[in-house]
């Protein structure tokens, strides 16, 4: 008995060492991105064209550059700190707009069932089809590139992953028995999806949500990287990336410091996603 | 003479080309307590969910009329069926502690449908479901009223079940073998419970079972459905004494008696309810009737063999003497 506390103890605890300093990852870069008007210590986009190009470390007039510049002479530190900006809040706000559409699309699929689920679920397949990287394109030449067309972009391609999962986790709850009761007691059936589906399902979405979030921070960073996102000089670590790759020869810190945050963020929000679905799922646990 | 508070006539739910349910006619009086009795898939739930206008999948009402205290029911519109749902009719189920909801609070459920029909805002519906947590014997409402269903044993939430589709005050309230899941004693209390309330409410109550011994302490009247049809109606002193049906006849000789020989062997109905799609023409429980003759090919009505009771046999009157040699 014992034994197996200990062992279960044991398991919970390595869980919470490897996620422990993760999750202090991205608390850090969560607040870096808050505060980063107070934290650079310079201005992201002034250039200093006597000071480009220099390695972690120099100084040139009068300015530090602490990772690097970059080829316009700008402080890297800076525009790796400012671009935690961009890369949060794009993940944030197209995780919570496919979410909300897709988890609404996904619910409605599930419960009225008939011809409501066979137009949605079968758009859901259309859209599962199309690659997301010719989806985004195609938006972005219609919409133009920019901060809000990027999200827009990723909510379209990625809203039918949350309404498959809302949808299998609606079907099954719609058929349990307190639904049934819910019904009977004459609750209409906004009020059972809202007040008695949509709090049971939720768990599954979080996890579905937080480790979309990983996916969004990659996706932003390569759309960026083909120049069909945030448009410069707004600083964007895909963007960044980019152009180092233009200079890895020579200059190696441009491409490696922004994909280093990009690697530690996209690594703890899935560790702390995996934490979550083990925790949420009493079957793994 | 006073509306009865149910009247289902010639009631016929179908799956696809299937009868389910075929001429279904039951009458549950204001305050009295009416079983249905039945082996599993005689369309003893389906009957309740008729009433209910709960009916789902491939499911469909195929005819027949449903009148709750003089007003037919519009089983057409899912609005007009809503407004009765929790209001004028209510409906319990087993397995209390899945029928509800495992992440709301007891009380916030047990006002739900107060609250879901506008009758009542959360506050006041709050409080209500405590008065009604009390009434249905659960000590310390205040406190349970904040806990989750986890936290509660079974008979609790049944009792949290019941609370919840009385607290609007209906006419009638169906029971869907409500005592199923609990264990013997608890079994007991929730009859008891139903009973009082049946008293001080004058709620009138459609009990389905499977069980005759909670239909022998419980009911006033029985209706025993085979195969989608009543075979027998009756006062529940009239059935026991003197089943006029086979089926209710074999039904019985299945209890288990404290007087029976040691080791004689307990009575079973030969075979198994037909599926719905293959039930034998004529009489339906003809396959495993011991009384079945060449007349039993022809369906037979529903019809009077004592006053009050109605029974649908060709052989009633030899019901009485068919299994005698093992009593």
């Known amino acids: 008995m014992t034994d197996i506390a200990t062992r279960l103890l044991g398991r919970i605890g390595r869980g919470y060492r490897v996620v422990g300093p993760f999750s202090l990852v991205l608390v850090a870069l969560v607040l870096a991105a808050i505060f980063a008007p107070w934290l650079a210590p310079n201005d992201p986009n002034s250039q200093n064209l006597l000071g480009r190009l220099k390695p972690p470390g120099t100084e040139a007039r009068g300015i530090l550059y602490l990772l690097g510049s970059d080829e316009l002479g700008r402080d890297l530190l800076s525009r790796i700190i400012y671009g ?202 | 003479m006073t509306e009865p508070t149910l009247q289902i006539t010639g009631l016929q739910v179908q799956v696809g080309p299937h009868k389910v349910i075929d001429g279904v006619d039951i009458t549950v009086q204001p305050g009295q307590i009416v079983a249905l009795v039945g082996e599993s898939g005689s369309g003893k739930s389906l ?81 209500r479901a405590i008065d009604m947590l009390r009434d249905v014997g659960i000590p310390e409402p205040e406190k349970r009223a904040r806990q989750l269903p986890s936290q509660l044993s079974g008979g609790m939430c049944q009792r949290v079940m019941i609370a919840s589709a009385l607290i ?70 009239d059935l026991f004494d003197a089943p006029a049906h086979p089926y209710t006849r074999m039904l019985l000789a299945t209890i288990p008696r404290l007087d029976s020989p040691r080791k004689k062997p307990l009575f079973s109905i030969p075979g198994t309810v037909p599926d719905h799609d293959d039930w034998p023409q004529g009489c339906r429980f003809r396959t495993r009737c011991p009384l079945a003759s060449d007349h039993c090919l022809q369906s037979p009505p529903l019809e009077p063999k004592a006053p009050g009771h109605l029974a649908a046999c060709w052989h009633s009157d030899q019901v009485a003497g068919m299994i005698d040699h093992d009593r």
């Open chain 1, 84 to 285: 935690a900006r961009v890369s949060l809040s794009v993940a944030l706000l197209s995780v919570v707009l496919s979410g909300v559409v897709g988890t609404t699309l996904g619910m409605a699929a599930g419960y009225l069932r008939g011809w409501t689920e066979a137009v949605i679920m079968r758009l859901a397949d259309i859209f599962l089809s199309i690659p997301a990287i010719l989806l985004a394109i195609i938006t972005v030449a219609v919409l133009g590139p920019g901060f809000v067309n990027v999200i827009l972009v990723l909510a379209l391609t990625r809203w039918p992953r949350y309404a498959r999962v809302a949808y299998g986790q609606t079907l099954s709850v719609a058929n349990m028995p307190y639904v049934r009761l819910a019904r009977a007691m004459g609750a209409s059936w906004p009020r059972v999806l809202l007040r008695h589906i949509l709090p049971n399902i939720i768990a599954a979405m979080a996890v579905i949500a937080t480790l979309e979030f990983g996916l969004m921070v990659l996706f932003e960073a390569g759309l960026s990287f083909l120049g069909l996102g945030v448009q410069p000089p707004t600083p964007s670590w895909g963007a960044t990336l980019s152009v180092g790759r233009n200079y890895v020869t020579s200059a190696w810190w441009i491409a490696t410091f922004p994909g280093i945050c990009l690697f530690l963020l996209v690594l703890s929000v899935n560790l702390i996603g995996d934490r979550l679905s083990e925790y949420l799922n009493p079957k793994s646990r």
């Open chain 2, 47 to 127: 009957t309740a969910l008729s009433v209910m206008g709960l009916l789902g999948g491939k499911l469909r009402h195929a005819g027949g009329t449903i009148s709750l205290s003089g007003k037919q029911v519009d089983h057409t519109t899912e609005a007009a069926m809503r407004a009765l749902r929790g209001q004028q009719v209510s409906m319990i189920f087993q397995e209390p502690v899945a029928s509800l909801n495992p992440l709301l609070s007891v009380g916030a459920q047990v006002g739900e449908s107060l609250v879901a029909h506008g009758k009542a805002d959360a506050r006041t519906a709050w409080s």
């Open chain 2, 168 to 237: 609007a005050r209906p006419e009638l309230l169906i029971a869907d073998e409500p005592t199923t899941a609990l264990d013997v004693t608890i079994q007991a209390q929730i009859l008891e419970l139903m009973r009082q309330l049946r008293e001080r409410t004058g709620t009138a109550i459609l009990f389905i079972t499977h069980d005759l011994g909670v239909v022998a302490a419980l009911a006033d009247r029985v209706c025993v459905m085979y195969g989608g049809r009543i075979v027998e109606q009756a006062d529940v002193d």
